[in-house]
């Protein structure tokens, strides 16, 4: 059946589009601006690319936010898969009650996560910085593992595992052989929501990180007090290609692979 | 098998620590004064009636909220139907359009609303530009709405937007074709075809956008910030300004305790909505 397009609906489309985009383009196109000031243009330029890797400040941010975004989502695949293979195998109550409270930090509000964790590093008496930044993040990251894992977990036939337990395997040898390979799509998924949400979170951060270790969030927004310097536009510029490049690339693989696994059916 | 059940205990250990006990300590410290005694002041002094600063910007936090997501729905639903309708494929290329800005800094897109909306800013030297060249009848009123509530509902409503289209978008792909075909069978207009059968269908769709919306628009201290000024201060920066600024703990944690009482009672209602209007669909 053909349908016939509404003109309405691409102009529609199109004035929602504007309304997403139409800052990131202001902030890639000042990023070439050679004024310093936001709002007014004073010639094309690169020179906010050049200043950038000279700048320390941003440079450090930099480091700690894909350190801290690489390292705890890593802990989370970990403690999140195991915790969701744990789930999967125990009863009904203690998983009910387990995923209970794995939703809480994703129901509550950023700002309430933040401070509750605040209070509790102050409480045991772990100064701010590094580390307590790097438990924060565990904390909101694990559960985007485990929702992920847990779907390909109830999608798996149970009989398969216990054969591969009939036949010899030790359970760990099943859970490698058998389970892995099944849920590492769902494990893959989650590390990757949960490497995006810690290089975006702001919020949480802000409350967990000491004054001498920031993640380029809380750079930018203690920057937004003083004015941004346009260096950052450049720095986000330069991230928002890198992931745009990385997306393409992982989608037109996925497409291919999809294609390939279609014409082996056939 | 028991051996795989000890998986859960390093999850459940830092369950304990990190998830149950920093709720556990807000409430604690809501509950005690600067020498740490136990006290009701702190609740007292949000819900006093007589002096109801407090009591307002919780109102105001509520307000803007509304008003963001209501226009979220409006914006949002339209376009999630246009979405639906496109051909599978280029379904996923689009709506990967929508979940690419994401992936910039949020607080820097919104820091960019601000080029975009201040007084001599890129939107009024757009309009200056059009009444240059329009006749004086129809000149167009420049754009002054930088530190007011309406920047803070356009920054809610920009950072928003993907979350209501989303989940609506999900649930619209997702209606079973043959229903809407057996309504046009059965002589139904188009109009009513979308009241009765694909507006009802997509009702659990729209109630977690709602959630997904409302959610941060309340708890939100960074748009009001940026946007709003300092006038418009919202409930979450109350909070933040106890803990960075004025250091009483107690109090902070009270209203935090306020706050998630608010979003459990708020997800409580939209949750119980749904279920029954999903039973009742069944039903029918």
């Given amino acids: ?266 | 098998m028991k051996r795989i059940k000890l998986a859960l205990i390093p999850y459940s250990a830092y369950a304990l620590i990190f998830i149950v006990a920093p709720i556990l300590l807000i409430l604690l410290y809501s509950f005690q004064d600067s020498s740490g005694s136990f006290t009701l002041e702190n609740y007292a002094r949000f819900f006093d009636l007589s002096d109801p600063v407090y009591l307002k910007v919780l109102w105001r936090s509520i307000k803007l909220a509304v008003i963001s997501t209501v226009i979220c729905l409006i914006l949002g639903y339209p376009m999630a139907y246009i979405l639906s309708r496109l051909p599978a494929r280029i379904r996923g290329t689009v709506s990967f359009l929508f979940i690419l800005p994401m992936w910039m800094n949020f607080l820097l897109r919104t820091y960019s609303w601000m080029s975009l909306l201040e007084r001599t800013g890129l939107i009024n030297s757009l309009i200056g530009w059009f009444n240059g060249i329009l006749p004086s009848a129809l000149q167009l009123p420049t754009l002054d709405i930088m530190y007011t509530q309406w920047a803070v509902v356009l920054g809610n409503v920009y950072n928003f937007l993907p979350f209501m289209i989303l989940p609506i978008y999900t649930v619209l792909i997702k209606i079973d074709k043959s229903l809407i075909e057996a309504a046009q069978d059965l002589g139904a207009s188009r109009g009513r075809v979308f009241r009765k059968v694909i507006f009802p269908l997509s009702l659990s769709g729209v109630v977690s956008g709602i959630s997904m919306t409302f959610m941060p628009a309340v708890t939100t201290f960074v748009i009001s910030r940026l946007l709003g000024g300092g006038q418009n201060a919202l409930i979450g920066d109350m909070i933040e300004n106890q803990f960075k600024v004025v250091g009483d703990w107690g109090f902070g944690s009270a209203m935090s305790v306020i706050l998630m009482v608010l979003i459990l009672l708020t997800m409580n209602v939209i949750q119980r909505y749904e279920s029954e209007n999903s039973g009742g669909s069944v039903l029918m």
């Fill in chain 1, 1 to 266: 059946m053909k349908k016939k397009r509404n003109p309405l609906a691409g102009i529609y489309s199109a004035l929602i589009f504007l309304f997403l985009y139409a800052p990131i383009v202001v902030l890639i196109v000042f990023s070439f601006n050679s004024s310093k000031s936001r709002g007014h243009w004073g010639g094309f330029s690169l020179r906010w690319y050049e200043t950038l890797f000279e700048n320390s400040k941003l440079m450090d941010a930099l480091q700690t936010t894909l350190s801290v975004a690489l390292t705890s989502s890593a802990i989370a695949v970990i403690i999140g898969t195991a915790a969701a293979l744990g789930m999967y195998f125990s009863r009904k109550r203690t998983r009910t009650l387990l995923m209970n409270v794995t939703s809480l930090p994703m129901l509550n509000a950023d700002i309430v996560t933040g401070i509750s964790l605040l209070l509790l590093f102050t409480f045991i008496g772990l100064k701010l910085g590094y580390t307590s930044l790097l438990l924060a993040h565990i904390t909101f990251n694990i559960p985007y593992i485990i929702l992920s894992v847990m779907p390909k977990l109830n999608q798996l036939d149970k009989n398969t595992f216990e054969a591969a337990l009939d036949l010899g395997a030790t359970p760990l040898q099943a859970f490698f052989k058998v389970m892995l390979p099944e849920i590492s799509p769902g494990i893959i998924t989650g590390f990757i929501l949960a490497f995006t949400m810690s290089i975006d979170d702001f919020v949480i951060s802000f409350f967990t990180t000491g004054a001498d270790v920031s993640t380029l969030s809380v750079e930018i927004y203690s920057m937004s007090r003083r004015g941004i310097k346009p260096e950052i536009n450049a720095l986000s510029t330069l991230m928002f290609l890198a992931v745009l490049i990385l997306l393409i690339i992982v989608n037109v693989r996925s497409g291919r692979d999809a294609q390939k696994r279609e014409q082996e059916r056939i």
